[in-house]
């Protein structure tokens, strides 16, 4: 017993002096595992935080059709089937949908507006005689006096129970019905039962303060057949037991929610669900009309979505990690393996020497739960910085915080890293010194994952995956795949391609031994003994540098796949965004019911989706004219336009729809732009590609200078209707009220022209001078602008506003912020950019620790080959050799496979979004500029560990290195 406690005391102070012994390996495995945990602890804090973002938007695009707060809540009784209720039921169910905190939602708010009113009474004069003036409610609506302009008269005095009634009329109900100050009239009820009957007398005209102050829940029209009174006044009219009076009731309360977090959501909507079903059990009928409810659901189920789709994209980076860290730790086992089979003969259990290990890896494990919670916040913080693949910039918007849940997964991410880890300690444990001395004295095995065939079954989905994608454009998942054609939203996308990453590397590994034999066998005849010499000592022990070279080809490839999808998706963004906007700026007359941004069927972005306040004063809200506009357009010369600061371009263009009429075909609706064909080019330089058409825009517009008539035709109608260079056809074209046919002569066809798809509706374009001339006369025209870098919108869009024309919002800089901004794309790329970030930083200190431990295992045969003559130049070359020959066999390999995995599977991660989303064409894009940065991050660490080794070199004795035993 007190031998197994004097053991049980001596472990720690052993474990630490093993961990010093080795610190550096042991700060490599516990880098790995805090990268691991950072980077589970950073997916679901990242998907709250962008979720939040998601339902705040959510509720602000809802807040712009009315004025209310986002976390507005409003209850309200009373519909055409719903029965009148008495003053005590009303109070009872006051008590919580008047008092939200009484009712479990402990958010701050300010006072509840409270309202109730009866039913529709007959207003008629003072004797009852003749017929009714009109009919109205008496009600109550709380603080209304510090919202509403007495037009007339004063506010109403309480009412005692004797004497006249005093109430408040609407501003329109007295002019419509001739209701003036001091009038007072009979109420009288026209119900059966209880019965109202009450004289009153008007004692002001209301008419709102400000008709969109939040404070007006409900239109201030609403209250217009309701004459106001004060609640005191209302309660002595209505709080007649047995009597119900009561036939509308509301409450509205503001919440605020700028306190509530992701972590929030859950309880708040249970605590939203419990008080409405108190209220109405206490007033059956009572309906919650308007509160967060449905955005928080949808916040959940984005959260739930998101959470999972970055889990799945973030496997193949942790598989990365989690490889590193078995590596350092099968090289830690194997310095310390000599040790190990010595404790074994020498009478230590298979247990106490796995407690050894067990015990550094748990100190390690604690070291790494501490240091991954900060690290995952600030991963989580990195990518909701992420602008795209590798950039980011600081963006004003909620910072994410740690979940409650975050130091459980931090944890579930060690405790799942535990048995990797602790597997080659498991199997050297069982070793003893004869049996560790006679394995080191067998052949190398092929690594566990040859023996199982690993890469061949990791192939099998791979090349399914890919089949799929290839015969169907798709693989779903179901209840986490929300959209089929966006890769955002659909992890398999992004699997397939790493299951091809990772078999594909593997599958190479498997063949390099093949590959090294055979130029060791062709180094043999070449002069030299270092070459050769590296090479056959790579092709005979594959097992010494399988897991660095592998480790390499790993962080390349996918850093080439991940670079390259970013890169593509990026590009086709911008263009995506380009086409959609044309030019950097258009600007249009207000009134034109056809602009460019809605001819072919697209459509122009709502105000909600951007924060470009391009109102001006003389526009409304929406964008359009606050009046009808004028048909007496202001035609400004172009040169106007060029003094705008940041201008640099403008253009006119016409768009217009139009009949297209070949030979005796019935007539085809079409779209006609009118152009001027000397600007154009210039000013959508940014928006051409040239795959757009056979010929560049210059050249295009050229030959529309060849004759007045001349026209460019959309290629798919050109092939349908047989049309050809010359051939003559005419446009029914009505832009001045006067429909006229006009010729034209067909000098070229293009597949694609920006804001104008192939798919949709035939198009032409024109000479904008001739289709003027045929009309007779001017007609409203767009003018595209193209500005300088950093140009100032909203400059631009008043100047435009003092011209009588109003910028379109579907600007390409609004459209592609748009798209960029969202959390989905912004969670992967910020991802794929920590991602890859780690995966370098664990290569690099993965090679660094191969490479010096290989030296030290190597010492005695280094000492040797030195002892028989090799020189320590020669013994340089040979190890500079085997460094560039393992860091070179990996680049290649990674290369090789991350380039065609993006051949194959890029072209199937197009987002396909608006109403023709294959335009324009999706373009698959190699980023040779950061594979070029990888190569060169490799250049300089091979670098590094050549100087390493050739001072090490330099500093070894043979007698030292030359001795009985093993080396350390």
Not at 236 to 258: E, H, K, M, N, Q
Not at 527 to 544: C, D, I, K
Not at 869 to 892: I, M, P, W, Y
Request: proline share 6%; charged share 15%; hydrophobic share 50%.
């Amino acid at each position: 017993m007190i031998r197994q406690l004097t053991l049980a005391l001596a472990f720690p102070s052993v474990i630490w002096r093993r961990l010093l012994s080795h610190l550096g390996l042991a700060l490599a495995v516990w880098s790995g595992m805090t990268l691991a945990v950072g980077m589970v602890v950073c997916i679901p804090v990242y998907a709250e935080a962008s979720g939040y973002r998601i339902l705040l938007a959510a509720l602000t695009e809802r807040a712009i059709a009315d004025p209310l707060p986002p976390f507005a809540m409003v209850y309200r009784y009373g519909g055409a089937s719903d029965p009148s209720i008495s003053w005590q039921q009303y109070l009872l169910a006051d008590q919580l949908a008047g008092h939200l905190p009484a009712a479990g939602i402990d958010l701050p708010a300010p006072p509840s507006v409270r309202f109730a009113a009866t039913e529709k009474l007959r207003v008629g004069f003072p004797d009852g005689a003749g017929r009714e003036v009109l009919f109205a409610r008496i009600g109550f609506l709380s603080g209304v006096e510090r919202h509403i302009q007495i037009v007339d008269g004063d506010l109403p005095r309480p009412f005692t129970g004797d004497g006249l009634l005093d109430v408040l009329v609407s501003e329109t109900t007295a002019s419509k019905n001739t209701l003036l100050v001091d009038d007072v009239y009979l109420v009288q009820s026209t119900g059966r039962g209880a019965r109202i009957e009450a004289p009153v007398r008007i004692a002001g005209i209301w008419r709102p303060a400000d008709a969109d102050a939040s404070y007006w829940f409900q239109p201030p029209s609403t209250y217009s057949d309701v004459f106001l009174v004060p609640e005191e006044s209302f309660v002595r009219l209505v709080d007649v037991p047995d009597a119900r009076f009561v036939t509308l009731t509301a409450w509205y309360t503001a919440i605020d929610g700028s306190s509530v977090r992701s972590s929030d959501v859950e309880r708040l909507r249970e605590r939203i669900a419990m008080a409405t079903a108190d209220i109405q059990q206490r007033l059956p009928g009572a309906e919650l009309v308007r509160s967060p409810m449905d955005a928080l659901e949808r916040h959940r189920d984005q959260v739930r979505v998101l959470t999972v789709t970055l889990a799945l994209f973030a496997v193949p980076l942790l598989v990365v990690i989690g490889y590193f860290a078995v590596q350092v730790t099968e090289m830690t086992v194997a310095r310390q393996q000599q040790e190990m089979a010595v404790l074994r003969s020498r009478g230590s259990s298979r247990w106490q020497v796995l407690g050894l290990a067990l015990g550094e890896v748990l100190l390690l494990g604690a070291a790494a739960w501490v240091a991954g919670l900060p690290l995952g916040w600030l991963l989580a913080q990195l990518i909701a910085w992420t602008v795209s693949f590798l950039r980011f910039a600081p963006l004003d918007i909620p910072p994410p915080t740690l979940l409650p849940a975050s130091p459980w997964h931090a944890l579930a991410t060690i405790l799942l890293a535990l048995p990797a880890v602790l597997l080659p300690a498991l199997s050297a444990a069982g070793r003893t010194i004869i049996s560790y001395k006679s394995e080191r004295a067998r052949a190398t095995r092929p690594p566990l994952w040859q023996r199982l065939y690993l890469d061949i079954l990791l192939l099998i989905p791979a090349v399914y995956g890919y089949q799929q994608l290839r015969l169907s454009g798709m693989i779903g998942v179901p209840g986490v795949t929300v959209g089929a054609d966006d890769p955002f939203r659909n992890p398999l996308l992004l699997l397939a391609p790493a299951l091809m990453v990772f078999a594909g590397t593997l599958v190479g590994m498997r063949f390099l031994p093949l590959l090294l034999r055979l130029l060791a066998w062709s180094a043999g005849r070449a002069p030299g003994v270092a070459l050769v010499t590296a090479l056959r000592f790579l092709s005979r022990t594959p097992g010494t540098y399988g897991g660095p070279v592998l480790l390499v080809a790993l962080t390349l490839a996918l850093a080439t796949f991940t670079s390259s999808m970013a890169l593509t998706l990026d590009r086709h963004s911008e263009e995506r965004a380009y086409y959609r906007g044309a030019a950097d700026v258009r600007l249009a007359y207000p009134g034109a019911a056809i602009t460019s941004a809605n001819i072919a069927g697209d459509r122009e972005i709502a105000p909600a989706e951007t924060s470009l306040d391009l109102s001006g004063g003389t526009l409304g809200t929406t964008g359009e004219a606050d009046t009808t506009p004028s048909t007496a357009y202001m035609f400004v010369p172009m040169e106007e336009y060029l003094t705008i600061p940041g201008v640099t371009g403008a253009t006119r263009v016409a768009p217009s729809k139009a009949d297209i009429i070949v030979g005796n075909t019935p007539a085809t609706g079409g779209i006609f732009y009118g152009v001027d064909r000397t600007t154009l080019a210039a000013v959508l330089a940014d928006a051409w590609r040239p795959d757009y058409a056979g010929e560049s825009l210059g050249a295009l517009m050229n030959r529309l200078a060849d004759y007045p008539d001349a026209a460019l035709v959309s290629e798919t109608f050109a092939r349908e209707r047989g049309l050809r260079i010359g051939d003559r056809f005419a446009l029914a074209m009505n832009d001045r009220g006067q429909t006229q046919n006009i010729t034209f002569t067909v000098v070229g066809t293009l597949k694609y022209f920006p804001t104008l798809y192939d798919q949709g509706l035939p198009f032409v374009i024109g000479n904008l001078d001739y289709s003027f001339d045929s009309q007779g006369g001017q007609y409203p025209y767009e003018v595209w602008l193209s500005l300088a870098p950093g140009a100032n919108l909203q400059s631009v869009a008043a100047a435009g506003i003092g011209y009588g024309l109003r910028m379109i919002r579907s600007t390409p800089q609004t459209l592609l912020e748009l798209d960029l901004r969202r959390p989905e794309r912004q969670g992967l790329f910020g991802l794929l950019s920590v991602g890859f970030l780690a995966t370098t930083v664990v290569t690099v200190i993965g090679f660094v620790a191969y490479t010096l431990l290989s030296f030290q295992r190597r010492l005695v045969e280094l000492g040797v080959l030195r002892a028989i003559g090799l020189s320590t130049r020669q013994l340089s070359a040979l190890l500079v050799f085997e460094q560039t020959l393992v860091v070179g066999f990996g680049a290649l390999l990674g290369t090789a496979v991350g380039i065609l995995t993006s051949r194959l599977f890029i072209p199937f991660l197009q987002v396909r979004t608006g109403v023709y989303p294959d335009t324009p064409p999706f373009v698959v894009q190699i980023d040779w500029e950061r594979i070029v940065l990888v190569y060169g991050i490799s250049g300089g660490l091979l670098a590094a560990t050549i100087v390493a080794i050739v001072l090490l070199l330099r500093r070894m004795r043979i007698f030292e290195a030359v001795k009985l035993g093993e080396a350390v």
